[in-house]
C-alpha cells in the first residue's frame, strides 16, 4: 500500500470496535485496502459519493460524521445555528443511519435540525429546507447509482445544491476533524420530525403548475399509465399528486413498490436504463397503457417509455421528455396569453440544441449552462431578484426536468404530472405522446443525441479516465463522422466564455471539451463528476430520424476507436 493508504488503514483497524466495518477490514486483501484508503472522497458540488464499506475511499459512518462536523464549523462560523439544516434520505443502504448520525453531529454542535420521519424525494429536500428557512439541506443518497453506493449532498439556502466555492469552503473544515475521536452527544430537544403533514406545501405548490386541471378530471380516468418507483421514494409523492389531479387509472408495478437499497429487480435503478423497464412493459402490455414512468431512487429523475404504432415501447432521452414538456409550456402559454415577453428556458451544455430550436419559434431566451442542475438553480435565483426573467423550464439531458422554482433541484414528481397532463392533452386530440414527439420532428427537424459512458473502476480506472481526457484535450480530431470540426472548446483552460447572456453564470475550469463541427453537429468529452465514467455526447440534426440515428453512430464509433 502506499504510505497514506497504509497510515489511514492503521489509524482505522486501530480505532474501530469489533463491528461489521472492522470485520471488512479484517477479511480485506491488499488490493482491496489500497482502493478503500489510496485517497480521501473528494468533497465538491454534489458532495460526497462511494462505495458503500470501510475506509476513506467508502460510504460509512466515520465519513459522514467527519463530513457534517466540517459542514456544521460553516454554519456556526454565519451564525446559522437556529435557522437550522433540514435532513432527508431515500431507500439506499445505510441511508437512513447516514441521516440521523448528521442529525447526531449536527444537534451537538447546537445546530437546528428538521429531519423527515421516513424516506422523501430530493425535490421534496430541496422544497422544504426553503419553506422552513433552513440554512442548509442534507440529503442522503446516490441518486441513479448501482446498489453498492451511497452520497451525502448538501444543499444551501436556495434550495440548490452549494457551489464550488462553498464547497470548498466546507472542505477546508471537514480537513481539521479526524476521522474518530470526537463523540457525537445527540440533543432531541432542537431536533424536529417531519411528519406527512409536512409535505402538504409542496403538493400544493407542484398542483399549481399544471393548466388544464378541468380537463385531466373529466379524461384523466380514460388515460391508462404504468408507474415504477424502481424501489425508490417516489411511490408516495408521485401517486399522491397524480390522483389527486384525476389521474386515476394507474398501475403501479408492484414488485417495486417497496424501498429497498439492493434493488432486486434491476441491474441498476436507472430510469435511463432500457433494462430497468421489463417489469413495467410486460404491465403496460397487460393493461393497454400508452406510457410508462420511472423515477429513481431520490426520485429527482424521470424516465418515460411510450408505445409506438407497432405495439412496441420506445423509450425516450432526457433530450426528447425535454422538448417535449418545452413544446407543451411554451404552447400552451401562448394560446393562453401567458408567455412573458422575458420568459427564459435553462438547459445544460451538452443537452439537444432542438430545445434552442423550439424556444426560437415562441421568442424565448435558451439559456445554455455547465453541466450539473446547480447552475440551472442559480439562474432561478438570479430571474427570482427584482426585475428579474421568469423562469419557464429547465433540464438536463440526463432526465432531470423542472419548473415553477419552488424547488431548486430535479423534480421527477413535477415532471411526472406535467408528462401526464401532455398525455391527457394529446388523449383529446385523439393522438398519443408518441405522435406528438414526431410532430416536434416534423417541424423543427430530425434532431438526435447519443450519450455513452465507458466505466472505469478503482485507482487504475481513475488515472485512465485521466488518461482518455489528457488524450483528447492536447490532440483533439478535427473532423468527426466526416464532419469537419469547426471550433474546439477547451473548458479545462478556457476563460470568460459564457453562454448566458446577461446571466452570471461562470464557464472556468469545467472538465470538458467541446467541438462543433459543420451542419448542425456537436461533440462533448467530460469524465463524470460522480461516476468513475467519461462520457461522450453527440447531438446531431437530419433531413430524417435514420440519417440522424446513422450520423450519431458513426460519431460514436470513432470516438470509441479512440478510447478503447
Not at 424501498?259 to 432500457?274: A, L
Not at 468513475?532 to 458513426?554: H, T
Request: a negative charge; one cysteine or more; hydrophobic letters at 40%.
Amino acid at each position: 500500500m502506499t504510505p497514506f493508504a497504509k497510515r489511514e488503514y492503521e489509524i482505522w483497524i486501530n480505532s474501530l470496535q469489533a463491528g461489521e466495518l472492522r470485520s471488512l477490514l479484517e477479511k480485506a486483501s491488499e488490493n482491496e485496502l489500497e482502493d478503500a484508503f489510496y485517497r480521501e472522497l473528494e468533497f465538491g458540488t454534489a458532495g460526497l459519493r462511494g462505495i458503500l464499506g470501510a475506509g476513506t475511499n467508502r460510504m460509512n459512518l466515520p465519513v459522514v460524521a467527519r463530513a457534517t462536523q466540517g459542514l456544521s464549523d460553516c454554519i456556526i462560523q454565519d451564525n446559522a445555528q437556529q435557522r437550522g439544516v433540514c435532513i432527508g434520505y431515500d431507500s439506499r443502504n445505510m441511508s437512513a443511519e447516514f441521516a440521523q448520525c448528521a442529525a447526531d453531529v449536527l444537534s451537538s454542535r447546537g445546530i437546528k435540525v428538521f429531519i423527515f420521519n421516513s424516506l422523501r424525494s430530493v425535490p421534496q429536500l430541496s422544497f422544504t429546507l426553503r419553506n422552513l428557512g433552513c440554512v442548509a439541506g442534507i440529503m442522503i443518497t446516490a441518486s441513479h447509482n448501482p446498489a453498492a453506493y451511497n452520497g451525502y449532498k448538501v444543499y444551501w439556502e436556495d434550495g440548490g445544491q452549494i457551489g464550488p466555492e462553498l464547497a470548498a469552503r466546507i472542505m477546508k473544515c471537514i480537513e481539521a476533524h479526524p476521522y474518530f475521536g470526537e463523540s457525537a452527544m445527540r440533543r432531541n430537544e432542537i431536533i424536529t420530525t417531519l411528519t406527512e403533514a409536512d409535505d402538504e406545501p409542496y403538493y400544493e405548490a407542484t398542483s399549481s403548475l399544471l393548466t388544464y386541471k378541468d380537463l385531466i378530471r373529466s379524461n384523466g380516468s380514460e388515460f391508462s399509465i404504468v408507474y415504477t418507483p424502481l424501489h425508490g421514494a417516489g411511490y408516495i409523492p408521485v401517486t399522491t399528486l397524480l390522483c389527486r389531479a384525476g389521474i386515476t387509472n394507474l398501475h403501479v408495478v408492484k414488485e417495486q413498490i417497496v424501498p429497498d437499497g439492493n434493488f432486486p429487480t434491476v441491474k441498476v435503478p436507472n430510469p435511463e436504463d432500457p433494462g430497468a423497464y421489463r417489469l413495467a412493459i410486460e404491465l403496460a402490455k397487460k393493461t393497454d397503457s400508452d406510457c410508462i414512468l420511472a423515477t429513481d431512487p431520490d426520485s429527482d429523475r424521470l424516465g418515460v417509455a411510450v408505445r409506438k404504432p407497432d405495439g412496441e415501447f420506445m423509450l425516450l432521452t432526457g433530450n426528447q421528455i425535454g422538448a417535449i414538456l418545452i413544446k407543451h409550456i411554451l404552447n400552451t402559454r401562448e394560446s393562453m396569453g401567458t408567455l412573458p415577453n422575458d420568459g427564459i428556458v435553462v438547459k445544460s451544455i451538452v443537452s439537444t440544441w432542438l430545445a434552442d430550436a423550439i424556444c426560437a419559434k415562441y421568442g424565448v431566451e435558451c439559456v445554455s449552462v455547465p453541466t450539473g442542475f446547480r447552475f440551472i438553480s442559480q439562474i432561478i435565483e438570479q430571474c427570482s431578484q427584482a426585475n428579474g426573467n421568469e423562469f419557464l423550464f429547465g433540464f438536463e439531458e440526463s432526465c432531470g426536468f423542472l419548473s415553477g422554482g419552488f424547488a431548486r433541484d430535479k423534480d421527477a414528481v413535477l415532471a411526472s404530472l406535467l408528462i401526464c397532463e401532455v398525455c391527457v392533452c394529446c388523449l383529446d386530440k385523439g393522438i398519443t405522446l408518441y405522435d406528438y414527439l414526431q410532430d416536434i420532428y416534423k417541424e423543427y427537424g430530425y434532431y438526435m443525441e447519443r450519450t455513452v459512458a465507458y466505466s472505469f473502476e478503482g485507482k487504475e480506472g481513475m488515472e485512465k479516465i485521466a488518461s482518455i481526457m489528457k488524450g483528447f484535450l492536447e490532440n483533439p480530431p478535427h473532423s468527426i463522422a466526416e464532419r469537419r470540426v469547426t471550433s474546439v472548446e477547451d473548458y479545462t483552460t478556457l476563460r470568460g466564455k459564457n453562454d448566458c447572456g446577461e446571466f452570471d453564470i461562470a464557464f472556468e475550469k469545467m472538465n470538458m471539451l467541446r467541438l462543433i463541427c459543420e451542419e448542425n453537429m456537436w461533440v462533448c468529452v467530460r469524465p463524470s463528476g460522480t461516476e468513475p465514467k467519461i462520457k461522450f455526447y453527440v447531438g446531431v440534426r437530419g433531413d430524417s430520424m435514420d440519417a440522424a440515428e446513422a450520423l450519431a453512430e458513426a460519431a460514436h464509433s470513432e470516438l470509441k476507436e479512440r478510447t478503447l
